[in-house]
């Protein structure tokens, strides 16, 4: 099985699904010959040709706008939005039309556009080219929102994205795009939208994580480790809809939970997990489930480090649980 | 206040009086065409009509209207089935041209079970993916790209279908138009923009919406064709269209129509226009009224029937009354299909949720029937 | 004291403050002569004129993005969006330039603009007439939220925002712009940002809302009281930053919590309000704190009232702590 | 490839040498600015380099230059130091030309503690309200409704003070640069859109992002003048800019220039452009310098002094050496101060985050000092 990371996964996704099926077509500013940005889309104009390989003009709200068209229409159209926190411009689009198409045409036009954009920090990006805006698109119904952490899933998820019917939030971890190296089946195969993945097993603490946080929390469970304490971390990979019943069967286990995200504190998708957990399970719990989370700033240039949860600040949250 | 404009770069086939203005080339519309884009247009001034009464009685919640500037719905008529069109909430004759019946009509603006929506809109917006009609929405512009999308589509499929967009002048000022439009300039999309400048954005006069000289000039932006129109006078609406199509369809893109005309009254049911705007402005137009040149062109032509217009409109009030009367007796749709079509399947927090309001008591709302 | 409804008190605080204040510029969508389609800023072109009561293009973009740079400049806009549903467009201008531009400059250009607009469903206006869209702003450090519920909140709470120096989203309950009237003093007065009420005193649960759903809220707790149980009913009035003083001493002593709100359950403001409480009181907790909110679809038209949550389903919800 | 354009739409005062063209009316520039013109020009393309090397050595993080496009920035220096300016991220000289420091931008790329902004933002994302210039903002676009809301607070405010906003091409099919040039066309504000066409926005080529025939001829659509001018000779972006000045403190409203001009290298220090165009292209350009343009045109006059233009560029090289010496000594802004600046005051929970922030071990940011 060969070796890949993280863009070469979601790279290869495209081919395979493009390969597959000629309805699927790429679009995005500088996806064509540059291969995007971040190159997640190189080659892929000289395989499939220049109309299904878009170069668009600079304008989000356009490439989310003319999708939806193209979906309507029967394409299968996964648009690329440059970074994350340029999606804002096309957040109507998103929020107003591509979530409800399904619903407000009474079933009638069903929108299966899946939207790729890289997130988070950590990057030397500062307010703009660091955000995780996920917890907007959760709150919206109608929309999926899809966040693999490393190559395997980052591929098989793709995949099962591109071959369901519904709208995608898509997000890449773009810190570890390249770090994050595993081996990747050839070929098709896909991840089940919606189930979470326990990554380390253990039996005091779970921890909740998903994206660039994933690796800090399983870096956090060995310092756990080592400090003799038994941490079960779980990559959410899925985020709607969110994999109740893993989280539940490990909280309910554990009876302690942190969770940890990028996004700052303050009504991030935290905040949910907490709340549909406490509401299932609160019998069980030792401590209270706490947050290991951005800061509620604007994400910060020269201090981002000291922005981002790191392993630290999860054991510390970790303890803190154990000792309450 | 849209002044009645110099001829010179507003196209036009009809004379306010609906006759052919001399030496004009006047489209050759088949005849049985033409009487069904005349029967159509009075179908919509009667339902017009019809609807603004019962919401005036407090039957209906909320109704649009669009009496006077019927003739622009009629662009649709220039197209062939298979094209996509986007409708914004004030074209319902698009919505009968292509098959749209009285009784779904009805049953969207009551959204009882029967609503092709389900009842999840609010009036007027319909959504009939049988006819290529697609799903009307609120927020304004939003549809502009998104055709401009279809648009494209069907080329990338190989497929020769064009789309059609319908929006209001004030529409034009939005992100999305700009969008689309740019888009459509780029990609050569076979898209057509059809602006009906009525003249108002709820209060707002063309003056405030824009310093343009025409709404057609901001096709030049986009590098595409901008035809002004007399958005009131049908022949020439069918004649600036069909070019546009024949010019999308030979893959040489899109083109901007703006179509003038005036919106004669309220913006909605909810609006009072005489708190923002002289009430003798609508006075101009009201001679200028689509239907009626039609119905003189037609007279002209040799073609108009006063009785058989008699009988269309007694069988269209018959068909509005008996599915008004059907209304009564059409529940609304059952409380679990809330949870229909979010997604494909059901997720489980929406499972949850549906067991939940199933298990509380009914909230009798008060507009089910 | 005049009495007045909520509209009556808005326009009322708009005109208080435009005569003590000659850098306060109105801006929206038929505001002007028109007087906005609630009425909210009628008479006001005719007081101060067209260059402070101005009628703008259709784009809220256009509205946000101007009115931030006449704030730079030093003018103290209030532009409106005519419904909640449509800031969407102006999402951008609001999440990534107002919200962040005091931090970004580093502190250079503070950027005090109110935005006001009406939220919320129960006027028969489906998905696009009736959203609830706070959670998205609470989530965006740099802007507050606020969210009066009364005539009299809403003239103090305006006033209070127009008067300070941070960007708010101020959020009108359209459904009772009308229906609440209230005692409301003339000229000047002001009601602190960040303080919530406590409208209904009890002991034996919490219940927490705001906007349209506080007389819900009411009447569960009028409801519960006529069934034997004490409710404490708090109207939190300001989302962000909002008043977790109060929101604890109140749960600490009654032990149970709900948590009322109209826009969808999942990643509404509604989690992060049980995480913040779990965090600092799990210990206090009876029960787990639940939520009655509007559910995980695009807000529907004919069943709204089934959508929405209700007094019975609150004081359901109550008994269901009280029975854990 | 953006070919070199016919005359007749183009306003140029200099042919490629830098002499008058034969005919042309010459703007009559103060001898002193333009000298000081020269200098800032020249500290440009000086910083630019140093900054791009360092960058390859792995010392800064990220930088942005514009080299053989720096005429288009001193559109600036038509301006009163009143008037308020939204530079983007590519025109360096409106900054240096208002007097901030080499120190200051420095420090700002280095996001030390003595940075205007903090350390809050990327490098070139500068910010000098003491000098009316907004700060810089990734999401390119948003700055032009916010330019128009300045210029029209002017207009209210009863101040003659202009604003203008700097973009480039690409940005011209964003969403708010129609927002805002159709607020300004309606509002008559005093605002200047200076459209830097460089020919590519990242990879894309100007014909991918718009079909319109001119990035100026979009103006029409909003009723305001639209010119064109060729953005590498410094004179012709002056006069067409004091033209536009005049205008807009005349009450007569904003204008939109576009400055054609060329992208030599790459993007930003992130790019490789041989990935998507012909190498061969930006020689074109290298032989219409603006920097030599300017040179000759000073000699043509007799305003050039070799022996200054060395003085003055071993002072620039030495006062960037001075400033990179002293960054190694600047510290990084104090942790605490990420909280600062969110709100005027701190709330609660940014209280408690820094409180918790500061009983943590402290991170060494592999990007501090
Ligand atoms: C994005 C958005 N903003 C505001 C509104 C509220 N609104 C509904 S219709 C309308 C005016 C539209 O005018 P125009 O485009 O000229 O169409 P007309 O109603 O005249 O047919 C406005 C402002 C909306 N629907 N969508
Ligand atoms: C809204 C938004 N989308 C995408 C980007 C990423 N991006 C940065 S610069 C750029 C190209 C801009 O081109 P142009 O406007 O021509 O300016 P130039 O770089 O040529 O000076 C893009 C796409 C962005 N900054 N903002
Ligand atoms: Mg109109
Ligand atoms: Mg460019």
């Known amino acids: 099985m060969p070796t890949m990371n993280i863009i070469e996964a979601v790279r290869d996704a495209l081919r395979t699904q493009m390969r597959a099926d000629s309805r699927v077509v790429v679009l995005g500013e500088d996806v064509g010959k540059f291969g995007g940005v971040f190159r997640a889309t190189s080659g892929l104009v000289e395989e499939f040709g220049a109309e299904r390989v878009i170069d668009t003009p600079l304008a989000e709200a356009g490439i989310i706008g003319t999708a939806i068209g193209m979906a309507l229409y029967g394409l299968r159209p996964v648009p690329e939005i440059q970074f994350g926190d340029f999606i804002f411009p096309a957040v109507d689009q998103i929020v107003n039309e591509l979530a409800k198409f399904r619903y407000r045409s009474g079933g009638q036009y069903p929108c299966p556009v899946v939207i790729r954009t890289p997130v988070g920090g950590g990057i030397r990006g500062g307010h703009y080219h660091s955000q995780s805006p996920e917890v907007l698109f959760i709150h919206t119904p109608g929309i999926k929102v899809v966040a693999p952490s490393n190559p395997y899933d980052a591929k098989g998820l793709l995949l099962a994205c591109m071959r369901q019917n519904d709208p995608v939030l898509f997000m890449e971890p773009k810190r570890i795009y390249r770090a994050s190296k595993g081996e990747v089946p050839e070929g098709e195969y896909t991840v089940e939208i919606g189930k979470a993945a326990v990554v380390r097993e253990g039996t005091q603490c779970t921890v909740l994580a998903w994206s660039g946080m994933t690796s800090i929390a399983e870096e956090a469970g060995k310092k756990a480790e080592a400090a003799g304490i038994s941490v079960e971390v779980i990559d959410l990979r899925t985020l709607m809809p969110f994999d109740i019943d893993t989280i539940l069967d490990s909280v309910k286990k554990t009876g302690r939970c942190v969770v940890v995200h990028e996004a700052p504190k303050t009504a991030g998708f935290g905040g949910e997990l907490v709340a549909s957990i406490q509401e299932r399970a609160l019998e069980y719990l030792e401590a209270p489930i706490l947050r290991v989370a951005g800061f509620d700033t604007p994400f910060p240039y020269t201090l981002e480090h000291e922005y981002l949860p790191n392993a630290d600040r999860v054991l510390g949250a970790i303890r803190q649980t154990l000792e309450w | ?369």
């Open chain 2, 1 to 369: 206040m849209v002044a009645v404009q110099a001829q010179d770069d507003l196209r036009r086939v009809l004379d306010d009086e609906g006759k052919p203005l001399p030496g004009v080339q006047v489209p050759a519309i088949p005849e049985d065409t033409l009487l069904k884009i005349f029967d159509t247009m009075a179908l919509v001034r009667i339902m017009d009509d019809r609807m603004m009464r019962l919401q005036r009685q407090g039957r209906l919640g909320f109704y649009m209207k669009s009496i006077g500037e019927e003739a622009s719905h009629f662009a649709v008529a220039a197209l062939r089935a298979s094209d996509w069109v986007y409708p914004s909430y004030r074209e319902q004759g698009a919505w009968f041209w292509r098959g749209y019946t009285i009784e779904q009509f009805v049953n969207q603006l009551f959204g009882n079970e029967k609503d092709p929506v389900k009842g999840r809109q609010m009036p007027v917006h319909h959504s009939a993916n049988w006819l290529n009609l697609v799903s009307i929405s609120s927020p304004v512009g939003t549809q502009i790209p998104q055709a401009v999308g279809t648009a494209y589509a069907a080329k990338i499929a190989g497929k020769d279908d064009v789309a059609m967009v319908y929006f209001g002048e004030g529409t034009s000022s939005t992100g999305e138009f700009h969008v689309g439009m740019n888009f459509a300039g780029v990609w050569k999309a076979p898209c057509i923009f059809l602006c009906r400048n009525n003249g108002w954005a709820i209060s707002v006069p063309t003056e405030k919406q824009t310093a343009a000289k025409t709404f057609a000039s901001k096709a030049i932006g986009y590098g595409m064709p901008g035809i002004r129109v007399d958005g009131n006078d049908l022949l020439a609406v069918w004649q600036v269209t069909s070019e546009a199509i024949a010019r999308a369809r030979a893959g040489q893109g899109p083109t901007m129509i703006e179509a003038l005309t005036y919106r004669i009254q309220g913006h909605s049911s909810s609006d009072d226009p005489s708190v923002y705007r002289d009430p003798k402005e609508p006075e101009i137009w009201e001679k200028r009224d689509p239907l009626n040149r039609l119905r003189n062109y037609l007279r002209h032509c040799g073609l108009y029937n006063e009785a058989a217009e008699k009988a269309h409109s007694e069988q269209v009030n018959q068909a509005i009354t008996d599915a008004l009367a059907a209304v009564d007796h059409i529940p609304a749709p059952v409380v679990e299909s809330m949870f229909d079509d979010v997604y494909e399947e059901l997720p489980w927090n929406l499972r949850e949720q549906r067991q939940y309001l199933m298990a509380q008591p009914r909230t009798k709302s008060p507009h089910q029937h």
